[in-house]
């Protein structure tokens, strides 16, 4: 099984600055089957992330995805209120397909 | 356009089978190569996956709960569903149906509360 670990646990940022999200794996997750979803309380998971650095639909430029191998990251440039959340990494490569724990960013 | 959407009982009791359904549009679940899969959150908790299915053959479950799932393709209909038996408390939160695509396509949720 493939664990994925995120860093921090919680980060405390103000709007306008810059939120740095880590995903690390236990074993190599390749390129193509790595996501990243943003939730908010009392709604479903939003794609923002797929194929490590791959926006989806309606996703803007100021979020972006990169990395290989084990280590990944999401950054958003300028946090805007809609990017208070949770954020979680997610390969779906190989079964079992697995979760990273999540990472909130909040208001600091 | 792909969407899913899941359907189902939103309360079961325990002890009982959970039974929830995927309509799928935009894709053929006949032709596709990635998988179609389910996947859960209980309240105040992080996301579970339960398992995956191929058009093509094999389906693969969570080992925590490989004893009590099922998914199956229903390909006439173009949809999948879950069934998860024995159910418990344990088992209460939101359900999501996914397609393993590039991108990949998740439903909206649907609430299952597991409750007499």
């Known amino acids: 099984e493939i664990v994925l670990t995120q860093s921090p646990g919680t980060l405390s940022l103000s709007p306008g600055e810059r939120a740095t999200l880590s995903c690390r794996a236990s074993?190599?997750?390749?390129?193509?089957?790595l996501a990243w979803f943003r939730q908010t309380p009392g709604q479903a998971p939003r794609l923002l992330i797929y194929?490590?650095?791959r926006r989806a639909t309606g996703i803007p430029d100021r979020i972006s995805g990169s990395g290989s191998g084990t280590d990944f990251t999401l950054t958003i440039s300028r946090l805007e209120p809609e990017d208070f959340a949770v954020y979680y990494c997610?390969?779906?490569?190989?079964?079992?397909?697995?979760f990273g724990g999540g990472t909130k960013v909040e208001i600091k | 356009q792909v969407h899913l959407q899941e359907s189902g009982p939103g309360l079961v009791k325990p002890a009982e089978t959970l039974s929830l359904t995927c309509a799928v549009s935009?894709?053929?679940?006949?032709?596709?190569?990635?998988?179609w899969g389910w996947i859960r959150q209980s309240p105040g908790k992080g996301l579970e996956w339960i398992g995956n299915?191929?058009?093509?053959?094999?389906?693969y479950y969570a080992p925590s709960l490989q004893s009590r799932v099922t998914i199956s393709l229903d390909k006439s209909k173009n949809q999948f569903s879950l069934s998860l038996s024995s159910v418990t408390a344990a088992d209460t939160g939101v359900y999501y149906c996914?397609?393993?695509?590039?991108?990949?396509?998740w439903g909206q949720g649907t609430q299952v509360t597991v409750s007499s």
């Open positions: 996914a397609w393993g695509g590039l991108p990949p396509h």
């Open positions: 935009g894709v053929s679940i006949d032709s596709s190569s990635y998988h």
């Open positions: 299915s191929y058009s093509r053959g094999g389906t």
């Open positions: 074993q190599d997750v390749g390129t193509t089957y």
């Open positions: 194929g490590v650095s």
């Open positions: 997610h390969q779906y490569g190989s079964s079992p397909n697995t």
